[in-house]
């Protein structure tokens, strides 16, 4: 599959079947999320996989949508703030750069015919005992991992006219 087709097909999957993932892929997932660009190439996060079977309960502390532990793994992009490159203004990147290398990771994965969705919607004191997390790593996102059990919906985007801005000489 050519990449535009990928990136206009892919969808934040809710339904999993119980396949596994092979261990080739999650390595592939997890490189494509290694060789995104970061800031000065800092790489300011940490990625942690996580195998759902009995883990269901504190799992649901995290996260309580069911579909959640219904995939395989579901893996956690950390984000190391002390790592991260930061601009003259003081504005840090890594939660920037883990965000690009979660879109690697999730892109990867509907190239390999597995399913992500991206969550953000956690108690990071929860994330934070769940991972056991080490001070100076901060939990940033999830996705489950697995083989689709259900199909694309339609969607609606903005149109490019409201997503893009076209400053006027005066403006610049």
Not at 53 to 68: D, S
Not at 69 to 92: F, S, Y
Request: a neutral charge; hydrophobic letters at 45%; aromatic letters at 10%.
């Amino acid at each position: 599959m050519d990449f535009f087709t990928l990136i206009e097909t892919r969808y934040s999957v809710r339904a999993y079947t119980d396949q596994p993932v092979e261990p080739a892929k999650l390595e592939q997932l997890l490189r494509a999320a290694q060789v995104a660009p970061t800031a000065a190439n800092y790489q300011p996060f940490r990625l942690m996989v996580l195998e759902t079977r009995g883990r269901e309960a504190e799992l649901r502390r995290l996260y309580a949508r069911e579909w959640f532990w219904q995939a395989p793994l579901v893996i956690a992009m950390c984000t190391v703030p002390a790592e991260g490159w930061k601009r003259r203004d003081g504005k840090n990147y890594a939660d920037v750069d883990a965000t690009i290398a979660m879109d690697h990771l999730i892109l990867a994965a509907a190239a390999l015919g597995l399913g992500t969705c991206w969550v953000a919607a956690f108690d990071p004191a929860v994330a934070r005992a769940i991972l056991q997390l080490p001070k100076g790593i901060e939990p940033l996102a999830f996705t489950p991992v697995g083989y689709p059990a259900d199909a694309p919906t339609p969607k609606t985007r903005k149109s490019l006219a409201d997503l893009v801005i076209t400053p006027s000489s005066s403006q610049i």
